[in-house]
């Protein structure tokens, strides 16, 4: 069998995945791009890796690339993604898919047009987790789902992230937080309305027009009587890191930890609380990628993302899995354009609800999976 030929794009946190498609079997990682050249020689030599590329248009002209894996900053993730599928290529995004509507919509619209697959690389629905909680709720032990709460509260006034990220509105990086209520219900948002809150520095405000220190959306569910609350902070609001959910069942109930390594609480009966120790994801995983999903194979623990984000619970290479399998398969990813959209848009259109004082906004016919 022809294996995938990955180009990554992007090496802050893109390079986190450059060992996990050399190690995979399905895969091979023929080339990296990223615009500054000592710095992708760096990465390419300690990878061994041949194609190096500086200028992503001209990797998109390469022929033996089958797929890009994009991990650029957030305002590029959607011209790349159109780029390359015009281009022909496979393509996985980090999150979130886009910042405007539109470029949603045109990445659901590529999608279909090429048949080529899409998937936006979200790994909080991949974390050891939500795989142990959908486990739980599969199994019947949670019961009915009664109410779903996702929080992503981070303070990038911390120095060392790039410049772009500062003043960003909070809910235009809501997917972690959101994706893991929309994933455990299978259904998609269909109305959001949100508060901001508080107000940053001026000097922030400025950049994005954006004044809330924290934002907190509402949403329901498309055929679901569930309904949903996320809260994200970025600035200004002191809080360890924490991306989060707490889902409430009618026989028992999960909470995220408090405190970073204390463990999620788990309710049962009427008053009954025990820690849980949530295990590792290696045994679902291929063996040449199983590693992988364990603390210890982070690349790169100093990079800014792994000290606030604990390594994303070991989600990487369930990824990578899902998207190639996508392709081999022929078939479209778990986290497709039209379910990435769903979880982006959302988020827009909270933002733009907390503008305008709390409005109840409908999502769009194309987010509906
Ligand atoms: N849990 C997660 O899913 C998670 C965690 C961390 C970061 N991210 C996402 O990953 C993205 C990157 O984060 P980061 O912290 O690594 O950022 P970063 O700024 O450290 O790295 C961005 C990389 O993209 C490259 N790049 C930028 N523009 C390019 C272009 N036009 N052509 C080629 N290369 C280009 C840069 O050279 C750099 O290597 C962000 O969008 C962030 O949202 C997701």
Same mark, same amino acid.
């Given at each position: 069998?022809?294996?995938?030929?990955?180009?990554?794009?992007?090496?802050?946190? &893109?390079?986190?995945?450059?060992?996990?498609?050399?190690?995979?079997?399905? /895969?091979?990682?023929?080339?990296?791009?990223?615009?500054?050249?000592?710095?992708?020689?760096?990465?390419?030599?300690?990878?061994?890796?041949?194609?190096?590329? @500086?200028?992503?248009?001209?990797?998109?002209?390469?022929?033996?690339?089958?797929?890009?894996?994009?991990?650029?900053?957030?305002?590029?993730?959607?011209?790349?993604?159109?780029?390359?599928?015009?281009? &022909?290529?496979?393509?996985?995004?980090?999150? +979130?898919?886009?910042?405007?509507?539109?470029?949603?919509?045109?990445?659901?619209?590529?999608?279909?047009? @090429? =048949?080529?697959?899409? #998937? #936006? #690389?979200?790994?909080?629905?991949?974390? %050891?987790?939500?795989?142990?909680?959908?486990?739980? !709720?599969?199994? &019947?032990?949670? =019961?009915?789902?009664?109410?779903?709460?996702?929080?992503?509260?981070?303070?990038? *006034?911390?120095?060392?992230?790039?410049?772009?990220?500062? &003043?960003?509105?909070?809910?235009?990086?809501?997917?972690?937080?959101?994706?893991?209520?929309?994933?455990?219900? %299978?259904?998609?948002?269909? /109305?959001?309305?949100?508060?901001?809150?508080?107000?940053?520095?001026?000097?922030?405000?400025?950049?994005?027009?954006?004044?809330?220190?924290?934002?907190?959306?509402?949403?329901?569910?498309?055929?679901?009587?569930?309904?949903?609350?996320?809260?994200?902070?970025?600035?200004? /609001?002191?809080?360890? !890191?924490?991306?989060?959910?707490?889902?409430?069942?009618?026989?028992?109930?999960?909470?995220?930890?408090?405190?970073?390594?204390?463990?999620?609480?788990?309710? /049962?009966? !009427?008053?009954?609380?025990?820690?849980?120790?949530? +295990?590792? @994801?290696?045994?679902?995983? +291929?063996?040449?990628?199983?590693?992988?999903?364990?603390?210890?194979?982070?690349?790169?623990?100093?990079?800014?993302?792994?000290?606030? =984000? *604990?390594?994303? =619970?070991?989600? $990487?290479? $369930?990824?990578?899995?899902?998207?190639? @399998?996508?392709?081999?398969?022929? %078939?479209?990813?778990?986290?497709?354009?039209?379910?990435?959209?769903?979880?982006?848009?959302?988020?827009?259109?909270?933002?733009? *609800?907390?503008?305008?004082?709390?409005?109840?906004?409908?999502? +769009?016919?194309?987010?509906?999976?």
């Amino acid at each position: 069998m022809k294996k995938v030929n990955v180009a990554v794009v992007g090496l802050g946190f &893109g390079a986190e995945f450059i060992p996990i498609y050399q190690k995979y079997d399905k /895969t091979d990682c023929v080339a990296v791009c990223r615009r500054d050249a000592k710095k992708l020689n760096e990465a390419a030599d300690q990878f061994g890796i041949e194609k190096r590329y @500086t200028d992503y248009k001209e990797l998109l002209k390469d022929p033996d690339i089958d797929a890009v894996h994009i991990n650029t900053q957030i305002n590029d993730h959607a011209w790349m993604s159109i780029e390359a599928l015009k281009a &022909g290529k496979h393509v996985a995004s980090t999150v +979130p898919m886009a910042v405007t509507v539109e470029e949603c919509e045109e990445i659901v619209r590529l999608e279909k047009e @090429t =048949g080529k697959v899409y #998937m #936006m #690389m979200e790994t909080s629905v991949y974390t %050891r987790e939500f795989l142990y909680f959908k486990k739980l !709720y599969d199994e &019947g032990k949670i =019961g009915r789902l009664q109410f779903l709460r996702g929080s992503h509260q981070q303070n990038m *006034s911390l120095p060392g992230w790039p410049e772009y990220w500062y &003043g960003l509105p909070p809910m235009y990086y809501a997917t972690h937080a959101l994706g893991p209520l929309s994933e455990i219900l %299978r259904k998609p948002v269909n /109305t959001v309305r949100c508060l901001g809150s508080g107000r940053i520095n001026e000097d922030y405000i400025k950049r994005y027009n954006s004044p809330f220190a924290v934002e907190s959306m509402q949403v329901t569910f498309e055929g679901s009587d569930v309904a949903g609350e996320v809260t994200r902070s970025l600035f200004d /609001t002191i809080r360890q !890191y924490r991306e989060s959910f707490d889902f409430y069942g009618s026989q028992s109930s999960f909470e995220w930890e408090q405190l970073v390594d204390e463990g999620p609480a788990f309710f /049962t009966g !009427y008053e009954d609380a025990e820690r849980l120790v949530v +295990p590792d @994801t290696n045994e679902m995983l +291929p063996a040449d990628i199983a590693d992988f999903s364990l603390k210890h194979h982070i690349v790169d623990e100093h990079h800014v993302s792994f000290i606030q =984000g *604990s390594g994303h =619970g070991g989600s $990487h290479p $369930h990824l990578v899995r899902e998207f190639i @399998t996508a392709i081999l398969e022929g %078939r479209k990813s778990h986290v497709s354009a039209a379910v990435a959209a769903n979880w982006s848009v959302a988020g827009i259109l909270a933002h733009e *609800s907390a503008m305008q004082g709390g409005k109840i906004i409908e999502m +769009p016919a194309f987010t509906q999976f």
